[in-house]
């Protein structure tokens, strides 16, 4: 998952369930029993009798640091794949596989694993998606502990790709150990397994292994568990993730740099000249400024300003910026941020006015925002505020397209009962303020499918930063969620 934005729901007050979920429960809630032929005691059983195992399992994935940015070792992210197609075979796939496509500029794509088992007679077939590939670790000095050494503290477990997105991986794989254990010859589901290799790259050849690998891939229902629970002990399915538009600003000024003092003060120098066009990009309240954008501020949930400020980590009297309900900030309308600025570092800096600087900007798109039409829209606003007279030059650079789920499909419905049943209080259907491009993907290449965002991560989870860490109780809960989601699809069809 591209970083994700806080969550909120309509909570049951259930301070003491939530107490106990967010434990590693030890002695877990008594069983909903028979679930039409299927027994979810049984399956709640298999799940906790294993879960040791899992977590061993875990630790092993996240010791291998593989992340597939062109600037990183590939040795690593080749052996995430092999681990993860091992683990694959352990639970029972004979059809595993390790697939890639090329990247435009011929390189190699990341290492996919994908293992199929085809459904049954007239049952349907599942696609359970994750990604082995993780974030850089970043800032050694950040981390309380290494980085690529999972350590369990407090009912969490630390370490990169612990959250973001090895426990995706093993939710899948445990779900379905458990499942193959409780139903053994009633299984006939379809299950196939898809755990990218790139996903942290921006899933550079995804449309490509898509049309390759079509008819493999196919399915009913899509399970991508790439984000986050509403908060630990309140379990959430992702309904709406916003789109993404980057692309750098640069502005020119002078043909070269020249002397400030000779000849500062007629002329603004182009940092400053930037910056004064960066600020145009929001208005007096930190609205987002750059006109034919969509956004709606009617979502049906709200998160509190002392949630928010905890979560985002927002320092003391720093005021929050734009207007409507925080949820809708988040989630339904637009968020521009400046993520890189190219200008002399201040240990470097001389008495010269500088010619040209330049700035990468991010756009978060509100769910249903075209990409081309927002590129645009800030191509027309950069270009329209030039100001002083600087020359100005954008250059468009990635697009995402944003999700809004069919909540009324019978997979989010019976996705939404799992969730309620495993955590023992009722789901939250949330938005998410990132993104997760390769959906629109998905949807474009199966327009037929039911897609489901799940996740295993919680607001502290702190995926992509220092610190990043997993809620075991909560993972538990996930895996024993996928469980009998999966059993009830087996049983019940998607129609
Ligand atoms: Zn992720």
Redesign the pocket.
Request: proline share 6%; charged share 20%; hydrophobic share 45%.
């Given at each position: 998952?591209?970083a994700t934005g806080g969550a909120v729901g309509v909570i049951p007050d259930t301070g003491s369930v939530l107490a106990m979920t967010s434990l590693r429960a030890e002695n877990p809630q008594p069983a909903a029993g028979r679930v039409g032929s299927f027994d979810a005691e049984a399956l709640r059983r298999a799940v906790t009798e294993s879960f040791e195992a899992t977590i061993g399992q875990l630790k092993e994935l996240v010791a291998i640091p593989g992340i597939a940015w062109p600037s990183f070792d590939p040795a690593p992210l080749n052996q995430g794949a092999e681990a993860v197609a091992e683990l694959v075979r352990a639970s029972g796939f004979d059809d595993v596989q390790i697939l890639r496509c090329d990247k435009e500029d011929g390189t190699p794509g990341g290492p996919a694993v994908v293992a199929r088992r085809p459904a049954a007679e007239g049952r349907p077939t599942v696609l359970l998606y994750?990604?082995h590939d993780v974030q850089p670790a970043g800032d050694l000095a950040l981390w309380e502990t290494e980085p690529f050494t999972a350590v369990e503290r407090e009912g969490r477990l630390y370490g990169r790709g612990a959250a973001?997105?090895k426990a995706?991986i093993l939710a899948h794989v445990a779900a379905y150990s458990a499942l193959t254990r409780v139903l053994g010859d009633e299984l006939g589901l379809g299950v196939t397994f898809f755990f990218e290799g790139e996903?942290?790259a921006g899933s550079p050849t995804f449309r490509s292994f898509l049309q390759a690998h079509r008819e493999l891939l196919r399915a009913d229902v899509i399970v991508v568990a790439?984000s986050s629970n509403w908060k630990v002990g309140v379990p959430a399915l992702t309904t709406s993730l916003r789109g993404l538009v980057d692309g750098t600003i640069e502005v020119r000024v002078l043909d070269h740099a020249v002397h400030s003092g000779m000849f500062g003060g007629p002329v603004l120098d182009a940092p400053t000249l930037l910056s004064r066009l960066i600020a145009t990009l929001h208005d007096a309240e930190g609205n987002v400024a750059v006109q034919g954008l969509v956004g709606r501020d009617d979502v049906g949930v709200d998160l509190t300003e002392e949630e928010y400020r905890a979560d985002a980590s927002v320092l003391d009297g720093v005021r929050l910026a734009g207007t409507g309900t925080i949820a809708s900030r988040l989630w339904t309308k637009p968020a521009l941020s400046i993520i890189g600025f190219d200008a002399p570092a201040v240990d470097v800096a001389s008495n010269t006015l500088l010619p040209t600087a330049r700035a990468k900007f991010s756009l978060r798109l509100a769910p249903g925002q075209d990409p081309a039409d927002a590129m645009e829209a800030v191509r027309n606003h950069v270009e329209g505020n030039a100001p002083f007279g600087a020359q100005v030059v954008f250059t468009p650079g990635e697009s995402g397209n944003s999700f809004l789920a069919d909540t009324g499909s019978k997979a989010a419905r019976l996705a939404m009962w799992a969730l309620g049943e495993a955590w023992g209080v009722p789901a939250v259907e949330m938005g998410i303020g990132g993104s997760?491009p390769f959906i629109a993907d998905l949807a474009e290449m199966y327009p037929a499918v039911q897609i489901l965002v799940t996740g295993v991560e919680d607001p502290d989870s702190r995926?992509h930063s220092a610190n990043e860490s997993l809620h075991l109780g909560d993972f538990r809960n996930a895996i024993l969620a996928e469980a009998l989601l999966l059993a009830r699809l087996n049983e019940e069809g998607v129609a």
């Amino acid at each position: 998952m591209v970083a994700t934005g806080g969550a909120v729901g309509v909570i049951p007050d259930t301070g003491s369930v939530l107490a106990m979920t967010s434990l590693r429960a030890e002695n877990p809630q008594p069983a909903a029993g028979r679930v039409g032929s299927f027994d979810a005691e049984a399956l709640r059983r298999a799940v906790t009798e294993s879960f040791e195992a899992t977590i061993g399992q875990l630790k092993e994935l996240v010791a291998i640091p593989g992340i597939a940015w062109p600037s990183f070792d590939p040795a690593p992210l080749n052996q995430g794949a092999e681990a993860v197609a091992e683990l694959v075979r352990a639970s029972g796939f004979d059809d595993v596989q390790i697939l890639r496509c090329d990247k435009e500029d011929g390189t190699p794509g990341g290492p996919a694993v994908v293992a199929r088992r085809p459904a049954a007679e007239g049952r349907p077939t599942v696609l359970l998606y994750a990604h082995h590939d993780v974030q850089p670790a970043g800032d050694l000095a950040l981390w309380e502990t290494e980085p690529f050494t999972a350590v369990e503290r407090e009912g969490r477990l630390y370490g990169r790709g612990a959250a973001d997105d090895k426990a995706g991986i093993l939710a899948h794989v445990a779900a379905y150990s458990a499942l193959t254990r409780v139903l053994g010859d009633e299984l006939g589901l379809g299950v196939t397994f898809f755990f990218e290799g790139e996903e942290e790259a921006g899933s550079p050849t995804f449309r490509s292994f898509l049309q390759a690998h079509r008819e493999l891939l196919r399915a009913d229902v899509i399970v991508v568990a790439d984000s986050s629970n509403w908060k630990v002990g309140v379990p959430a399915l992702t309904t709406s993730l916003r789109g993404l538009v980057d692309g750098t600003i640069e502005v020119r000024v002078l043909d070269h740099a020249v002397h400030s003092g000779m000849f500062g003060g007629p002329v603004l120098d182009a940092p400053t000249l930037l910056s004064r066009l960066i600020a145009t990009l929001h208005d007096a309240e930190g609205n987002v400024a750059v006109q034919g954008l969509v956004g709606r501020d009617d979502v049906g949930v709200d998160l509190t300003e002392e949630e928010y400020r905890a979560d985002a980590s927002v320092l003391d009297g720093v005021r929050l910026a734009g207007t409507g309900t925080i949820a809708s900030r988040l989630w339904t309308k637009p968020a521009l941020s400046i993520i890189g600025f190219d200008a002399p570092a201040v240990d470097v800096a001389s008495n010269t006015l500088l010619p040209t600087a330049r700035a990468k900007f991010s756009l978060r798109l509100a769910p249903g925002q075209d990409p081309a039409d927002a590129m645009e829209a800030v191509r027309n606003h950069v270009e329209g505020n030039a100001p002083f007279g600087a020359q100005v030059v954008f250059t468009p650079g990635e697009s995402g397209n944003s999700f809004l789920a069919d909540t009324g499909s019978k997979a989010a419905r019976l996705a939404m009962w799992a969730l309620g049943e495993a955590w023992g209080v009722p789901a939250v259907e949330m938005g998410i303020g990132g993104s997760i491009p390769f959906i629109a993907d998905l949807a474009e290449m199966y327009p037929a499918v039911q897609i489901l965002v799940t996740g295993v991560e919680d607001p502290d989870s702190r995926a992509h930063s220092a610190n990043e860490s997993l809620h075991l109780g909560d993972f538990r809960n996930a895996i024993l969620a996928e469980a009998l989601l999966l059993a009830r699809l087996n049983e019940e069809g998607v129609a």
